[in-house]
C-alpha cells in the first residue's frame, strides 16, 4: 500500500474513533515517510484526543515547521495550548491562524476562550463577536458570549446571547443553566426558574441546577417547593453540603426549627469547616433561645472567617442578651473601627443597642443597603398619578398580631378617617388568628396575606393597587422585607414606628419623628426627610386594658418593704455603663431594689453575678416573668421609678409604665433610640425626669427615692395628664399623622422633592 493509500485509512479510522488503530498507521507512515506533515499533525490531534496535550502539542509544531502556511495546523496547537493554560501561546497560534485563513471561525472562538482565560473580557467579547460574524450559528461561541457578558455584568445582554444558543441547540444544558444563574442575578426568580427546569429536563441529574433552582423558590417564599428542589439535588449528590445548609435555611423560614438544625448537622458533618452552616445553625438555634448554643454556633463561624458577613455584631448582641459582658469595651471598639473600614460587620437593629453615635448608626445602615438591598429599577418608574379623592395608604408589617407595634398602632387603623384615606395592609409575619389579629386586619379596608409573596411581586401589587404612600413599619426589625421598597411599591415611601433610626435607603423618602427625636442639627445623620409631628412620634392605643387585679409584691417576689426600681427592657438593652449606674443608685437608696424583666435564664444569673463584683448583694436583683399584657401593666402599681437605659431606651415599654401611672427616668443621648424616652415623656407633660447626663440621671433617681413627697407629686401629674396630654390622645394624634401623609401627598402632587416636613398641632387648627 503506498503511503497516501496508507494516510487515507488512517484518516478514516480516525473519523471513525477508532484511535489506536490510526495512531498505529501514523506513526508507521512517519516511520517510513518523517515528513509527512498531515500524518504529524493529525497525531497530534490523536494525543490530544487522549489528554496527551504536551505530546500534541510537540507532534503539531513539527508539522508546523514542515508546513507553516496551514491554519489548520496553528489552530489545532492553539487548542492544546489552551489545554495546557498557555493562554498567551494559545492566543499567538489562534493569531496566525486567524492571518492564513480570515474566515476561520473556530480560531476566533477558541482566542476569545483564551483572552477570556486571561481575564481579557473585552477582548474576548470582540473575538467571539467575530465568529459569530462569519458563522452565525455557531451555539458554542454564543454560550461564551454570554458568560463574558455575565462576566462584564451585562446581565440581559448575557441572557439574550444564551437564549441565541438554546434557539440553535435546544439540548444546549450548560446555555439553559448559566440563563438560569443570569436571570437569577437579575432577581428574576420565575425565568431563571424555568431556565432551570429545562436543563433538568434534558440533564435530569444535573443537581446544580436543582440546588439554584431552590434558591429561586426560597426568593419566591415558594418554601415548600424550595425544600423540595433541595431535597433532589441532595438525592442526587448525598454529599452536597451547600444544598443540605440551604435546606436548612427554608425550613428555618417555614419556622420549623429542630428540622432545619438537624439540616445543619448533618452539612458539618460532611463539611466540618462550613462556616455558613455554623452561622446558620447559630441563627435556628437563636429563634429557639438557645443562646449559649447559638454563640457556640457563631463563634465556630467567626473561627472559620473572621470577616463573615455581619457575624461580628450579631455575636455580640447575642452576648448582650445573656448580659455576658466580656471584653465588652474592646468588642465595641472593634465594631466601631469595622464600621469606620466600611465593613459588613453588624446589622443596623444590633448597632442601635451598642453605640449612640447617629454617624456610625448611619453608616451601619447604608452599608446593608447596598449589600442586601439597593434600588432596583427592574419595575420602572411609577407614572405620575392624578389626584384622587382618597389617598391610598399602605402599611406593611410582619406584626399583624400580639405584638408591640400592633398594640400601639391599633387605635390609629381604626380611627382613620376613611372619607380620607383608604387603608391596605400588606402582612408578612404569621398568621397567628390572636385577638390583637382580629381587631387590626378589621381595621383596613383591605387586609393582604403576602407572605408566599417575592419582595418583587409585593411591589408590583402595591403598584397595580395603587398605593400612594407606602408605609413600612419594620425598618430593620425582625422579619423586615426592606426589598419591598428597593422596587418602589408607591411613589412616596416612609419609614415609621418599628425601627428607631435612619434606614440609610434613597428609596425610602421620609421618617416619622418629632423634633426631640432629631434636632435639627442631627439632620445630616438621616438618609430620609424628617416629618416632625407635634408631640411625640409614637402612637398610642388609648383602649390599652389595665387588669384590675392588684398584685401583692410577694406574688411577684418583691420584698414587702423598700423602694422599688424597675426596668422592663429586654436585657440586650442593659450595658455595663448602665447597670454601673444602677449599682450606685441602689447603694445610695437602703433597701431598695432592681425590678428586672427576665429575658432568659442566663441573663439573670450573669446580671446577679455582675451586682456580686460590684459589692452588690445580689438578693436585691428582681426578675420579672412574662405574662400577658393586662397584668403586665398591672403589677406596674408595685414599682415606684423605671429606670430607662441608654443607648437604647424603652420605647413601647416606656409608653406601658406611662400608661400604667408609673414614671419614667431617662439620660437623652444622641440617636433617635436613645431619645425615645425623652420624647414620651415631652408628650405627656413631663420633661423634669429627662436628665442629659449619667450624673444627673443618677441624682435624680437617688433624690426621687429620697423625696417620697416629691415622687408623690410627680405621680400624680402624671395621672391627671395621662388622659389629657397628647402622648395618649389616639384621636389627635391620627389627625396630626392624617396631616403629615396630606402635606406628602401634596409635594408628589406638586411635582416636588421630599422635604422636610414641619406640623403644627391639628387639635389647634379646629
Request: with cysteine; net charge neutral; aromatic share 10%.
Amino acid at each position: 500500500m503506498n503511503h497516501q493509500a496508507q494516510y487515507v485509512q488512517a484518516v478514516t479510522l480516525h473519523q471513525q474513533g477508532r484511535l489506536n488503530e490510526a495512531q498505529a498507521i501514523y506513526e508507521a507512515l512517519l516511520a517510513a515517510h518523517p515528513g509527512h506533515a498531515d500524518a504529524l499533525h493529525l497525531l497530534g490531534v490523536i494525543a490530544a484526543q487522549t489528554g496527551q496535550h504536551q505530546r500534541a502539542a510537540d507532534l503539531i509544531a513539527k508539522a508546523i515547521a514542515i508546513n507553516p502556511g496551514n491554519a489548520g495546523y496553528y489552530g489545532n496547537r492553539g487548542n492544546t495550548l489552551l489545554a495546557l493554560k498557555q493562554y498567551a501561546a494559545a492566543i499567538d497560534c489562534y493569531d496566525q491562524a486567524i492571518k492564513l485563513q480570515p474566515d476561520f471561525a473556530d480560531a476566533y472562538g477558541n482566542r476569545g476562550i483564551s483572552l477570556q482565560m486571561l481575564g481579557r473580557f473585552a477582548d474576548a467579547l470582540a473575538s467571539y463577536q467575530r465568529a459569530i460574524s462569519i458563522r452565525p450559528d455557531y451555539a458554542q461561541v454564543h454560550f461564551w458570549c454570554g458568560v463574558v457578558l455575565q462576566e462584564l455584568r451585562q446581565l440581559q445582554a448575557a441572557i439574550d446571547s444564551y437564549s441565541r444558543a438554546i434557539s440553535i441547540r435546544p439540548d444546549y444544558v450548560e446555555a439553559c443553566y448559566n440563563r438560569g444563574t443570569a436571570l437569577q442575578e437579575l432577581k428574576e426568580w420565575q425565568g431563571s426558574i424555568i431556565s432551570y427546569d429545562q436543563a433538568i429536563h434534558i440533564k435530569p441529574d444535573y443537581h446544580e441546577a436543582y440546588f439554584n433552582r431552590g434558591v429561586a423558590l426560597r426568593a419566591l417564599k415558594s418554601l415548600d417547593a424550595a425544600v423540595a428542589s433541595y431535597d433532589a439535588a441532595i438525592r442526587i449528590k448525598p454529599d452536597y453540603a451547600e444544598a443540605i445548609n440551604n435546606r436548612g435555611n427554608a425550613l428555618q423560614e417555614l419556622n420549623q426549627l429542630d428540622a432545619a438544625v438537624a439540616s445543619y448537622d448533618l452539612a458539618l458533618i460532611i463539611k466540618p469547616d462550613y462556616a455558613d452552616a455554623h452561622f446558620n445553625r447559630g441563627k435556628a438555634l437563636h429563634s429557639l433561645s438557645q443562646l449559649e448554643a447559638a454563640i457556640a454556633s457563631y463563634s465556630s463561624a467567626l473561627k472559620l472567617k473572621p470577616d463573615y458577613d455581619y457575624l461580628f455584631g450579631l455575636l455580640l448582641n447575642t452576648r448582650m442578651k445573656l448580659c455576658d459582658w466580656a471584653g465588652y469595651q474592646e468588642q465595641i471598639a472593634g465594631l466601631m473601627a469595622r464600621l469606620e473600614r466600611g465593613m459588613k460587620c453588624s446589622s443596623c437593629f444590633t448597632v442601635l443597642g451598642l453605640t449612640d453615635s447617629l454617624a456610625a448608626q448611619r453608616k451601619a445602615a447604608e452599608i446593608l443597603v447596598s449589600d442586601k438591598h439597593p434600588a432596583n429599577d427592574l419595575l420602572g418608574s411609577i407614572p405620575k398619578r392624578a389626584r384622587s379623592p382618597k389617598i391610598r395608604i399602605g402599611y406593611y408589617s410582619a406584626d399583624f398580631h400580639n405584638h408591640a407595634t400592633s398594640i400601639l398602632i391599633a387605635g390609629l387603623l381604626e380611627q382613620h378617617d376613611r372619607s380620607r384615606f383608604e387603608l391596605i395592609g400588606f402582612s408578612f409575619g404569621p398568621d397567628r388568628q390572636d385577638e390583637m389579629r382580629q381587631r387590626v386586619s378589621a381595621a383596613f379596608d383591605q387586609f393582604i396575606d403576602v407572605r408566599m409573596k417575592s419582595d418583587q411581586e409585593v411591589a408590583q401589587l402595591s403598584r397595580l393597587l395603587g398605593i400612594d404612600i407606602a408605609v413600612d413599619l419594620k425598618g430593620y426589625t425582625q422579619d423586615n422585607r426592606m426589598g419591598i421598597f428597593s422596587y418602589r411599591a408607591a411613589p412616596v415611601q416612609v419609614s415609621y414606628l418599628g425601627y428607631p433610626g435612619t434606614v440609610g435607603a434613597p428609596y425610602m423618602d421620609y421618617l416619622i419623628a418629632d423634633r426631640t427625636l432629631v434636632p435639627e442639627h442631627s439632620q445630616q445623620h438621616y438618609s430620609e426627610k424628617i416629618v416632625y409631628l407635634p408631640g411625640s412620634y409614637q402612637v398610642n392605643d388609648r383602649k390599652r386594658r389595665i387588669s384590675e387585679r392588684i398584685y401583692t409584691r410577694v406574688e411577684v417576689g418583691l420584698p414587702e418593704q423598700g423602694f422599688v426600681f424597675c426596668c422592663f427592657n429586654n436585657n440586650y438593652k442593659i450595658t455595663p455603663v448602665m447597670f454601673d449606674s444602677w449599682v450606685r443608685i441602689l447603694n445610695e437608696v437602703p433597701g431598695s431594689v432592681l425590678w428586672l424583666f427576665e429575658d432568659h435564664a442566663t441573663s439573670s444569673t450573669n446580671l446577679r453575678k455582675e451586682a456580686a463584683q460590684r459589692g452588690l448583694d445580689p438578693n436585691r436583683l428582681v426578675f420579672a416573668t412574662q405574662m400577658i399584657l393586662s397584668e403586665h401593666l398591672a403589677r406596674h402599681r408595685l414599682a415606684d421609678l423605671f429606670l430607662d437605659t441608654l443607648p437604647y431606651n424603652a420605647h413601647t415599654t416606656a409608653s406601658d409604665a406611662l400608661w400604667a401611672g408609673l414614671p419614667v427616668l431617662t439620660q437623652a443621648g444622641e440617636s433617635f433610640a436613645a431619645r425615645v424616652a425623652a420624647s414620651l415623656l415631652n408628650a405627656v407633660g413631663l420633661p423634669e425626669l429627662i436628665t442629659e447626663t449619667q450624673s444627673q440621671y443618677e441624682s435624680l433617681a437617688i433624690e426621687l427615692a429620697r423625696n417620697p413627697a416629691r415622687l408623690s407629686a410627680i405621680k400624680e401629674k402624671l395621672q391627671q395628664n395621662r388622659l389629657t396630654a397628647p402622648l395618649f390622645d389616639t384621636d389627635l394624634y391620627t389627625r396630626n399623622l392624617e396631616a403629615a401623609y396630606s402635606a406628602m401627598y401634596e409635594r408628589y402632587q406638586a411635582d416636588l422633592p421630599p422635604e422636610h416636613i414641619y406640623l403644627s398641632n391639628q387639635k389647634d387648627q379646629k
